[in-house]
């Protein structure tokens, strides 16, 4: 018998999340990661995370979407069985924009309205409502869209949270153990999942059908303690859209862009312009914020934009990837049916689904 039923190369947010869930169900597992239990090289260290569907209906696929929905009711269970305390906040988010530009609004409402698959619908707020929700923002904004259902968690905290969950549930974490041929972890476990998102390329790419590849986004994390906002603000903007993310203790997580590259390299000076000046236009007092840091990240993207889980039954591996920028928002749906795969294949069976996604065989 080997000493691991199931292997987990990658342990960014899917890989320490399905680690978790696995030792939860009492298969034996193994995590390499290539970094710390910081999750410092992974997507997820960078991220908003924004718990954001119905924002991400206006140009998402409905199959993510409703992931999204099922997803937030896992975190709040989740974040109960959790020790680690994490920033969790369900109080929707706020839609603004500038008069000038009130033609993108009417645009994102008609995305809304078509995209609408029983969601509670937005709600217009006056300037009034506005004043009255958001006080800062009173008479800076003359209309606003609130999005009852949507949520935001703290990034790093939930990633070190998991972490630790993992190795409670009895997670043999390997950390700085980059996985560069995965058929080597065969000598440890009976299968091998690859969780190891845009590090996962070259063999994702390899076994044919869907191409993953990067999709470069930057952030800025600023503290402004003199700014109180109480939820996600997302402006509507012809050049630079872009989100406020006010966490706790003054620190606002302001992005992202989204460029079709998988250069890594720092933030352009362009973006950073862009990411400052459309903060400043929420609100002057940024202005006196003070940058920590300024981040890339790769997120790792399919074709359709939706994830997918593929299972090579012959080399007993299963590849889960194409998180895109919603991991946070879809990875506990996405590792409920990477766990249900594994159940199955464990079991000597072939699931054609799992939860909510369909399982993809390659080869035999
Ligand atoms: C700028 C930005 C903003 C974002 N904002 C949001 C948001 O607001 N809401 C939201 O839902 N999502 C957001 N995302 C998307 C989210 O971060 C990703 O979808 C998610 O992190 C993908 O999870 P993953 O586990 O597949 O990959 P990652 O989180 O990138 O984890 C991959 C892990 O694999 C490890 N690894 C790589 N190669 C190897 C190797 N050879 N051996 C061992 N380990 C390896 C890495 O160390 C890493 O820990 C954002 C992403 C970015 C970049």
């Not at 009895?170 to 700085?176: E, K, L």
């Not at 109480?230 to 992005?255: A, M, Q, S, T």
């Not at 997120?299 to 012959?314: F, G, K, Q, S, Y």
Request: net charge negative; proline share 6%; aromatic share 8%.
């Amino acid at each position: 018998m080997k000493p691991y039923q199931v292997a987990i190369a990658g342990g960014g947010l899917l890989g320490r999340l399905t680690a978790w869930r696995l030792a939860e169900q009492g298969i034996r597992t193994v995590l390499y990661d290539a970094g710390s239990p910081t999750g410092e090289n992974s997507a997820a260290y960078v991220a908003a995370a924004m718990l954001a569907p119905a924002a991400e209906a206006v140009d998402g696929a409905p199959e993510v979407i409703a992931l999204g929905y099922s997803s937030l009711k896992l975190w709040r269970q989740y974040l109960k069985r959790i020790n680690s305390p994490v920033f969790f906040q369900e109080n929707g988010s706020l839609i603004v924009w500038h008069n000038q530009d009130a033609a993108l609004k009417n645009r994102f409402l008609q995305h809304l309205e078509r995209a609408h698959n029983g969601m509670q619908p937005a709600q217009q707020w006056s300037a009034d409502d506005i004043a009255r929700n958001e006080p800062q923002l009173g008479g800076r904004f003359s209309q606003g869209l609130f999005l009852p259902e949507e949520g935001q968690l703290d990034n790093r905290q939930t990633i070190a949270a998991l972490a630790e969950a993992a190795q409670q549930a009895g997670v043999d974490c390997r950390w700085h153990a980059p996985v560069d041929n995965l058929d080597e972890l065969h000598a440890q476990a009976d299968w091998v999942i690859d969780c190891r998102g845009i590090g996962a390329r070259q063999a994702w790419n390899q076994s044919g059908g869907t191409r993953l590849r990067g999709i470069r986004g930057e952030v800025a994390r600023v503290i402004a303690p003199e700014v109180k906002l109480n939820r996600p603000v997302r402006l509507l903007h012809p050049r630079y859209p872009l989100y406020v993310c006010p966490k706790e203790n003054g620190l606002y997580v302001i992005g992202a862009t989204q460029i079709d590259s998988e250069d890594d390299s720092p933030v352009s000076v362009r973006s950073s312009l862009e990411l400052f000046s459309a903060l400043y236009a929420v609100h002057p007092a940024f202005g006196e914020g003070r940058v920590l840091e300024t981040n890339v990240g790769l997120r790792p993207t399919l074709v359709h934009d939706r994830p997918e889980i593929r299972c090579h039954a012959e080399k007993q591996l299963i590849e889960a990837n194409g998180l895109f920028r919603h991991g946070f928002m879809i990875s506990p749906s996405v590792a409920e049916a990477v766990v249900e795969t594994v159940s199955g294949v464990l079991g000597g069976n072939r699931p054609e689904t799992a939860g909510e996604l369909p399982v993809l065989y390659c080869g035999n």
